[in-house]
């Protein structure tokens, strides 16, 4: 499938492209959802939508120049991506210690990120990298926590933003990658949707979340397990 090409260029540059196309849409549309209802999860889904949107675009741009300055910004651009993505589950612990991690993952993913830069690895060898710590820790550990938080939650409106929201991140971060390691045209294909369809999960399940919030009477019992 990557070696069929489009206007003379190859889709393994134009699915890349139109992809980051996709999310820097829905993170456009939801900056005015996050100005209205801001919170840490409202946060981590901005956090996703802008890293995704500018991480695809640099690799579409780095397949199709071949210059690896776009390669080095997409990396930069999963790794903020994900420490911030991050910030989230950490709101398991008090604000006194959630900061702290937070700034000790953010110098440690930078500094892995230097490192990548200055190091002689290959590009499919940094391609890998990444997907791996996507997989790992927007994937299964921030995803999955969107999700728990939402299967605990008693508001309704956060049940339906949460479960959603997670889904949509998983299903980047963690269906579409594993689908697309097993390289073959089925696998490629399914991956291409299942990152497609992220910015919807997230954008469909907070407008849901919201509408339920403003038909039902509010009730100060009804609170969240974390802070959202």
């Known amino acids: 499938m990557m070696s069929l090409t489009m206007f003379g260029i190859p889709m393994g540059v134009i699915i890349p492209m139109f992809i980051g196309i996709v999310y820097s849409i829905g993170a456009i549309v939801f900056v005015r959802v996050y100005l209205r209802d801001r919170g840490e999860l409202m946060a981590a889904f901005l956090a996703f939508l802008i890293s995704m949107a500018t991480a695809n675009i640099f690799m579409g741009l780095g397949m199709y120049t071949g210059l690896a300055l776009f390669m080095f910004l997409t990396m930069f651009a999963i790794f903020i991506g994900s420490a911030f993505l991050l910030k989230f589950p950490l709101t398991i612990f008090g604000e006194s210690l959630r900061s702290p991690l937070f700034y000790i993952f953010l110098v440690m993913v930078l500094m892995v990120n230097m490192w990548m830069i200055i190091s002689p690895i290959p590009g499919e060898q940094m ?3 990444a997907m791996i710590f996507m997989i790992i820790v927007n994937g299964i550990i921030t995803g999955f926590f969107m999700i728990w938080t939402g299967i605990r939650a008693t508001n309704k409106a956060i049940k339906i933003k949460a ?3 997670g889904l949509g991140v998983s299903s980047c971060c963690l269906v579409s990658h594993v689908l697309f390691s097993t390289q073959v045209d089925i696998g490629l294909i399914s991956s291409v949707f299942f990152q497609f369809i992220a910015p919807f999960l997230i954008l469909g399940s907070v407008y849901a979340g919201r509408r339920v919030q403003n038909q039902s009477t509010t ?8 802070g959202i």
């Not at 009730?219 to 974390?226: D, H, L």
């Open 127 to 129: 391609s890998e990298i």
């Open 163 to 165: 479960i959603g929201g």
């Open 219 to 226: 009730n100060p019992s009804q609170t969240s397990p974390v």
